[in-house]
T-cell receptor
Framework: AQSVTQPDIHITVSEGASLELRCNYS??????LFWYVQSPGQGLQLLLKYFSGDTLVQGIKGFEAEFKRSQSSFNLRKPSVHWSDAAEYFCAVGAPGKLIFGQGTELSVKP | DTEVTQTPKHLVMGMTNKKSLKCEQHMGHRAMYWYKQKAKKPPELMFVYSYEKLSINESVPSRFSPECPNSSLLNLHLHALQPEDSALYLCASSQGTVGLDEKLFFGSGTQLSVL
């Protein structure tokens, strides 16, 4: 079965600290992977996507993610978190009409 | 213009009311979507329109009725809703649905409360 798991429901980091949000997937074919961010009461914004090629993907707002096929993972990273990064983050796999979302990770940022 | 615009932003309705949610995009996208999102949960796909034709209906109750009048507009007609239908309703669009390198553009959503 196709699925996405985000093991961390809530993460708190200090401003300026590094961040890693975990995402594990189960997908029968070559996965098409996405990270979206959602601020309260807003829609989702695409941070980055992976289809093929270089396994380290650069996105907007200073985020990057690394695809590791052997670990079925697509973890999101940022070297230095800003207070404005506080939001809900969703990992997703699949095509637009058949996106499977993880349950989300809520990020809080301490001053 | 890279926006998906949804109106209204907030809607409160009774269980006997009829209301409509509207979504508009001017990016030339040919696929449009309705998602339902409960608090602290991921979005759940409801409907997909591809080239103005309904291509996916995820077994949504008939009290939700989608309509795609043209390639830029998507409506969701609501009738006889239940309190459990209260949620954030998100519209999204993409260039198409076939290509796997598509990305979704989301609107800001309509926060619906059913009393």
């Amino acid at each position: 079965a196709q699925s996405v798991t985000q093991p961390d429901i809530h993460i708190t980091v200090s401003e300026g600290a590094s961040l890693e949000l975990r995402c594990n997937y189960s997908y029968g074919a070559t996965p098409y992977l996405f990270w979206y961010v959602q601020s309260p009461g807003q829609g989702l914004q695409l941070l980055l996507k992976y289809f093929s090629g270089d396994t380290l993907v650069q996105g907007i707002k200073g985020f990057e993610a690394e695809f590791k096929r052997s670990q079925s993972s697509f973890n999101l990273r940022k070297p230095s978190v800003h207070w404005s990064d506080a939001a809900e983050y969703f990992c997703a796999v699949g095509a637009p009409g058949k996106l499977i979302f993880g349950q989300g990770t809520e990020l809080s940022v301490k001053p | 213009d890279t926006e998906v615009t949804q109106t209204p932003k907030h809607l409160v309705m009774g269980m006997t009311n009829k209301k409509s949610l509207k979504c508009e995009q001017h990016m030339g996208h040919r696929a449009m979507y309705w998602y339902k999102q409960k608090a602290k949960k991921p979005p759940e796909l409801m409907f997909v329109y591809s080239y103005e034709k309904l291509s996916i209906n995820e077994s949504v109750p008939s009290r939700f009725s989608p309509e795609c009048p043209n390639s830029s507009l998507l409506n969701l007609h609501l009738h006889a809703l239940q309190p459990e239908d209260s949620a954030l309703y998100l519209c999204a669009s993409s260039q198409g649905t076939v290509g796997l390198d598509e990305k979704l553009f989301f609107g800001s959503g309509t926060q619906l409360s059913v009393l």
